[in-house]
Every structure is written in structure tokens, then in C-alpha cells.
């Protein structure tokens, strides 16, 4: 079975400081995605990685960046956290192979920035 | 721009019942379309897929069917249980993008009752 995992699940940090989510997938796929997820707006990318340090903006890279360093790591970064980034956070991965791929998600980390 | 919505936004059985949710989309340029269930507080799993050239997809009690020409995905429980409640999702991946971008939909929250 494909295994997503991510190193919090919940977190509560202070406005301005800088955070990391970490997400790690053992089934070698090339995709990774970060997703933010907020009550009656659904599931939104955030950010997208095909390779090793590749990546490419979602919908909303505002205030947030990435890393990926190595295939399975797959990093999100908040510069200098603010309120409105309180959110559950979702990653999620799947194999390369053009558009008939499934993507497979983690158990979410639930940020409360104060 | 595709969107994806979902109804009815909630839905409360009794146990046994057979039920229908609904799912639909604006623009029928997908690969696939994918449905997710999320318990309260967790990440996504993904329950079925279906390409743009499939019409269903079954999974134990699950079925799912796909009418890409009128932008619509039906995901039939068959005897539902007290454990099947939980948010179901769709989403759909469009053409459009240049990379695996899903649209998703706000969900539908069901519960059934013992």
C-alpha cells in the first residue's frame, strides 16, 4: 500500500515565526503535492513538485514556499506564519504517467497559527 | 475555469439504505474523475477512480459512474452502515493544467444512523 506520512498532525505556532511541514511518501512516485483545506472553501494546491527540486505554484503560493530535496521528502514552508494560515494542511503524491494517475494523501496536519 | 459541486452538502440515513451522492463538474475536458472519503479530522482516502474513458468503477459496496458529456459522477452505496459516515469528495482532473491538478468539490457530509 502506497504510505504518505506527515511529521505533525497537529501543530500551533505564533505569528511570524517560520514553519515547516514535512511529508515523506515510500512508493517512490515522482508527484507530490501540498494542499490547504478550509471549511466551505474544499481542498486548494498550494504547491506541486514533479522531480527532485522541481516545482510549480497552485492556486495559492502566496506566503508559503517549497523544498524538495530528495524524491520521497516533500517540504512546505511558511516564511513568517499568519493567522489566515491557520488551516489542515493535506499532501499527497502519485507516479508520473500523464493523466490517468491516482493521488494518494496523508492524514493531514490541523496549524493553528496565534 | 472548471468547478466541481457537490449535493446535497449533508445527508442522514438510517442504516440499510441504499444511497446516491451527486457530483458535477462544468467542463467535461477531464482524464479522471476521483472520489475521496475523509473521516473528521483526517487526511483523504481515495475510494475510486475513473478514467474519462470508463463509465464505472466498483468497489465492494461502491459504485461509480461517469457521464463526461453532461458533467456528471453518481457514487452509489449499496446497505449502508453506521461506519460508512464520514465527508465524501470528488475531484476531477482537468486538461487544462500542465501538471496533475485536481478540482475539487466542498464534499457531502453523510452520517447513518444505527
Known amino acids: 500500500d502506497v504510505k504518505v506520512t506527515q511529521s505533525s498532525r497537529y501543530l500551533v505556532k505564533r505569528t511570524g515565526e517560520k514553519v515547516f511541514l514535512e511529508c515523506v511518501q515510500d512508493?517512490?512516485?515522482?508527484?507530490m503535492f501540498w494542499y490547504r483545506q478550509d471549511p466551505g472553501l474544499g481542498l486548494r494546491l498550494i504547491y506541486f513538485?514533479?522531480?527532485?527540486?522541481?516545482?510549480e505554484k497552485g492556486d495559492i503560493p502566496e506566503g508559503y514556499s517549497v523544498s524538495r530535496e530528495k524524491k520521497e521528502r516533500f517540504s512546505l514552508i511558511l516564511e513568517s506564519a499568519s493567522t489566515n494560515q491557520t488551516s489542515m494542511y493535506l499532501c499527497?503524491?502519485?507516479?508520473?504517467?500523464?493523466?490517468?494517475?491516482?493521488?494518494?494523501f496523508g492524514p493531514g496536519t490541523r496549524l493553528t497559527v496565534l | 475555469k472548471q468547478e466541481v459541486t457537490q449535493i446535497p452538502a449533508a445527508l442522514s440515513v438510517p442504516e440499510g439504505e441504499n444511497l446516491v451522492l451527486n457530483c458535477s463538474f462544468t467542463?467535461?475536458?477531464?482524464?479522471?474523475l476521483q472520489w475521496f472519503r475523509q473521516d473528521p479530522g483526517k487526511g483523504l482516502t481515495s475510494l475510486l477512480l475513473i478514467q474519462s474513458s470508463q463509465r464505472e468503477q466498483t468497489s465492494g459496496r461502491l459504485n461509480a459512474s461517469l457521464d463526461k458529456s453532461s458533467g456528471r459522477s453518481t457514487l452509489y452505496i449499496a446497505a449502508s452502515q453506521p461506519g460508512d459516515s464520514a465527508t465524501y469528495l470528488c475531484?476531477?482532473?482537468?486538461?487544462?493544467?500542465?501538471?496533475?491538478?485536481?478540482?475539487f468539490g466542498t464534499g457531502t457530509r453523510l452520517l447513518v444512523s444505527p
Open positions: 512508493m517512490d512516485h515522482e508527484n
Open positions: 513538485s514533479y522531480d527532485v527540486k522541481m516545482k
Open positions: 499527497a503524491s502519485s507516479p508520473a504517467s500523464g493523466g490517468a494517475t491516482e493521488q494518494f
Open positions: 475531484a476531477v482532473r482537468p486538461y487544462d493544467t500542465g501538471f496533475q491538478k485536481l478540482v
Open positions: 467542463d467535461s475536458a477531464i482524464y479522471n
